[in-house]
């Protein structure tokens, strides 16, 4: 399937097959370096680093060891879960969150390994 427009999602250009989007296919590194610019992302990956002065604490995890669900994630910038849900599901796709589930609720944390990665990536191309 061929989209017409740009994803507002990653960046992707118009008419490029769908299969070739959100970190998929010889086009990853790209689509990698282009995801994690979007602000909110940005923003959930800075909130992230230190989930416990930014989430509110619930019942039965821990913020730091299990992460933090989409919903907490939503509430703080007030935006619906399903949107919170894509940027948190772009991130993991892209190796930059780990997703948990934990009973009913997926939950993400940061991986620090992968974010350094795309750091130096990054570096490197200034």
């Given amino acids: 399937m ?6 507002a999602g990653c960046g992707g250009l118009p008419g490029a ?23 909110t992302r940005l923003r959930i990956l800075e909130w992230l680093k ?3 002065a930014h989430f509110p604490h619930r019942r039965h995890t ?3 060891a299990d992460g ?11 935006v619906h879960r399903s949107v919170a849900r894509t940027h948190l599901t772009l991130l993991a796709d892209l190796g930059m969150l ?4 934990v009973r ?16 130096r990536l990054f570096e490197k191309g200034r």
């Fill in 17 to 39: 097959p769908e299969k070739k989007r959100h970190g998929q296919g010889p086009d990853e590194g790209d689509a990698m370096l282009r995801t994690p610019a979007h602000d």
């Fill in 62 to 64: 821990d913020l730091v």
């Fill in 98 to 101: 780990r997703a948990e589930r």
């Fill in 50 to 52: 230190d989930p416990v």
């Fill in 104 to 119: 009913r609720r997926t939950y993400y944390r940061r991986d620090e390994a992968r974010i350094a990665e795309v750091a």
């Fill in 2 to 7: 061929v989209k017409s427009a740009v994803c």
């Fill in 68 to 78: 933090v669900c989409a919903e907490a994630v939503a509430e703080k910038p007030g």
